[in-house]
């Protein structure tokens, strides 16, 4: 099992999102039943945003875009549905953390953050907040931050191999199904849209 360092290795940086990324993948394995990665397709993961909570559960649950078995939805929900291959029995788990309380100050410079202030001592402040909701997250009980539910979802098709084919105007190559046609040419998308 990945520790969080190794998590904020692939990533790049410490996070609340890569926190609650984190406690998901795990309570996802664990119920699951699951010791190890998925190294093929027998796990798929649907996300249902494109934070870095995302990133934490690529790295620990093994569900990659590339094999398939990481299913994006964008519906901005800290929502993450896991099925197993091919019983179709899954778990939802959703996050129910409330975090640690801010003064009014610390607030404030929030809000300055977020309108472009980058002072020393707003960075600071950002800084020392994100690390004490991470801090939060890695150690709340699990029944504190995340909501399991069993599901039974229908599976999506297992990852397609397309033959790959040549644009006719830019030369780069595309997978098949996303070939279109435009003045008799198979072109890509890309070049399909172009005017």
């Given at each position: ?79 993450y549905t ?100 435009k003045e ?12």
């Amino acid at each position: 099992m990945k520790r969080f360092e190794e998590v904020v290795s692939f990533h790049g940086h410490s996070c609340p999102g890569l926190a609650l990324g984190y406690r998901v993948a795990l309570a996802a394995l664990k119920a699951m039943d699951m010791e190890k990665i998925s190294e093929d397709e027998e796990l798929v993961a649907i996300v249902e945003n494109d934070s870095c909570a995302v990133d934490a559960i690529q790295a620990v649950t093994g569900c990659t875009f590339g094999k398939g078995n990481l299913i994006f939805k964008d519906y901005g929900k800290q929502a993450y549905t896991f099925v197993k291959r091919p019983s179709g029995n899954g778990i939802r788990i959703s996050i129910d953390f409330t975090p640690p309380e801010e003064t009014e100050k610390e607030k404030e410079l929030w809000r300055r953050y977020g309108r472009g202030d980058r002072s020393e001592e707003v960075v600071r402040a950002v800084h020392n907040r994100k690390a004490r909701k991470t801090r939060a997250i890695l150690e709340s009980p699990e029944k504190a931050l995340l909501k399991i539910t069993k599901v039974k979802v229908p599976l999506p098709q297992e990852a397609r191999i397309y033959q790959s084919l040549s644009c006719g105007m830019c030369g780069e190559k595309m997978a098949e199904p996303k070939a279109r046609v435009k003045e008799g040419k198979i072109v890509c998308i890309p070049c399909f849209e172009r005017t």
